[in-house]
């Protein structure tokens, strides 16, 4: 199957930092989803990219669909406590229905 | 806001019985899925279900697997004969439209437990 590639797995940062991470894969993606997963709940939609090049902001969000769309980044600027969770990265390869997941970056911000 | 509900919550079953776990998928969308986590991994496609029928499946999808929307709003997903290795979240999730520049929305999920 498709795999996208997540990075990093991990982050630990101070409140008031930027975060970036990003995604890629080997295979084209059509379509590019960032959602971020609370302990013990479903992944809540963040960012939806539809276009190569696309660039588009959510607040402190902002997510980018890469010109070669294998690629897409995340960042969060100045980083509050809520912010912790895991963020995760998912596409469409090609028409068909299947979302495919990436192995998520976990988040940590010290207050 | 609209949203996707799912029950149980956290369901527990020993291994070899059925679970059903349910969901009413947001009342305008057509596309229903059902996605797995299993726990610190990431999220898996199982199916997707438009028009009373599976529209596409993955490899986890097997004959242990049914899906069912009885009525107008109720999806579920039936696992008949559970194994250890089941256990997951199971999410459902739904779209508008099915085709890939639609966005899904996913509930919060069911636990599932088998021992």
């Known amino acids: 199957g498709q795999q996208l590639n997540q990075s990093p797995q991990s982050m630990f940062i101070q409140e008031g930092e930027d975060v970036s991470m990003n995604c890629t894969s080997s295979?084209?993606?059509?379509?590019w989803l960032w959602y971020k997963q609370d302990p013990g709940e479903g992944p809540v939609l963040l960012i939806a990219?539809?276009?190569?090049?696309e660039l588009t902001s959510n607040g402190r969000l902002t997510a980018q669909f890469g010109i070669t769309r294998k690629d897409s980044f995340l960042n969060i600027s100045a980083s509050i406590p809520s912010d912790v969770g895991i963020y995760f990265c998912?596409?469409?390869?090609?028409?068909?229905?299947?979302?495919?997941f990436g192995g998520g970056t976990r988040l940590m911000v010290k207050p | 806001e609209p949203e996707v509900t799912q029950t149980p919550s956290h369901q527990v079953t020993q291994m070899g019985q059925e679970v059903i776990l349910r969901c009413v998928p947001i009342?305008?969308?057509?596309?229903f899925y059902w996605y797995r986590q299993i726990l610190g991994q990431k999220v898996e496609f199982l199916v997707s279900?438009?028009?009373?029928?599976?529209?596409?499946k993955s490899e986890i999808f097997d004959d242990q697997f049914s899906v069912e929307r009885p009525d107008g709003s109720n999806f579920t997903l039936k696992i008949r004969s559970t194994k250890l290795e089941d256990s997951a979240m199971y999410f459902c999730?739904?779209?508008?439209?099915?085709?890939?520049?639609?966005?899904?929305?996913f509930g919060e999920g069911s636990w599932l437990t088998v021992v």
């Open positions: 295979s084209i993606f059509n379509t």
């Open positions: 279900f438009y028009n009373n029928e599976i529209s596409e």
């Open positions: 999730a739904s779209s508008v439209e099915g085709f890939r520049g639609n966005t899904i929305y």
């Open positions: 998912a596409g469409y390869h090609n028409a068909g229905n299947m979302l495919t």
């Open positions: 990219l539809y276009k190569a090049g």
């Open positions: 009342s305008n969308h057509l596309y």
